[in-house]
């Protein structure tokens, strides 16, 4: 998939110096908030590498990158919101992060709510556990940026049309 031009994260800053930084190098995230975004813009762009390289389960259950492109093979993610932020910052060892991740799957939008916790590592932030919720079927509130023509770019960062993509069906 090509590089969005904005991050999928939300943050309204180009892709390249946001996100890509990190994705480029893993373990690089200052902030647990930071790599929660960097997570998420992954997840947005199938990047599962990633994903397996930036987390530590306390599980201590090992995912591979094909058991998470399994599970999100059919999941499209639309919009990040922080909630709330509680240490996770460069001198902390450990951190959290709520948030809201609203996603589309077929013709279903949804809302996956999660309270993650991260742990500094060696000087690298890694995701460790999170207590989440899904809930489907949740109306999708439009923001300003999302304030979008048919023909324009997708705000997804997918670089096609916006009646092609998420606003299919719609």
């Not at 998939?1 to 930084?21: D, I, K, L, N, V």
């Not at 994903?51 to 599980?59: D, G, M, N, R």
């Not at 999708?140 to 023509?149: H, P, R, S, W, Y």
């Given at each position: 998939?090509?590089?969005?031009?904005?991050?999928?994260?939300?943050?309204?800053?180009?892709?390249?110096?946001?996100?890509?930084?990190?994705?480029?190098?893993?373990?690089?995230?200052?902030?647990?908030?930071?790599?929660?975004?960097?997570?998420?813009?992954?997840?947005?762009?199938?990047n599962f590498d990633y994903?397996?390289?930036?987390?530590?389960?306390?599980?201590g259950q090992a995912q591979?990158?094909?058991?998470?492109?399994?599970?999100?093979?059919?999941?499209?993610?639309?919009?990040?919101?922080?909630?709330?932020?509680?240490?996770?910052?460069?001198?902390?060892?450990?951190?959290?992060?709520?948030?809201?991740?609203?996603?589309?799957?077929?013709?279903?939008?949804?809302?996956?709510?999660?309270?993650?916790?991260?742990?500094?590592?060696?000087?690298?932030?890694?995701?460790?556990?999170?207590?989440?919720?899904?809930?489907?079927?949740?109306?999708?509130?439009?923001?300003?940026?999302?304030?979008?023509?048919?023909?324009?770019?997708?705000?997804?960062?997918?670089?096609?049309?916006?009646?092609?993509?998420?606003?299919?069906?719609?």
């Open positions: 998939m090509p590089a969005p031009s904005h991050c999928p994260c939300g943050t309204a800053r180009p892709y390249e110096m946001c996100c890509a930084m990190y994705h480029n190098n893993p373990g690089t995230a200052p902030t647990a908030e930071a790599l929660m975004r960097s997570r998420y813009s992954a997840f947005t762009l199938n994903i397996v390289a930036t987390q530590k389960l306390e599980s591979t990158a094909n058991d998470i492109a399994d599970s999100n093979n059919q999941t499209q993610w639309i919009r990040l919101d922080v909630v709330e932020t509680d240490k996770g910052a460069e001198k902390d060892q450990t951190g959290m992060v709520s948030f809201c991740a609203h996603f589309k799957e077929g013709k279903h939008i949804g809302r996956l709510s999660e309270r993650s916790l991260f742990q500094k590592i060696d000087g690298a932030w890694f995701y460790t556990s999170g207590e989440h919720e899904v809930q489907g079927n949740t109306p999708l509130v439009k923001t300003q940026a999302m304030n979008i023509g048919r023909n324009d770019p997708c705000h997804c960062g997918s670089n096609k049309k916006f009646k092609k993509c998420c606003g299919k069906g719609s």
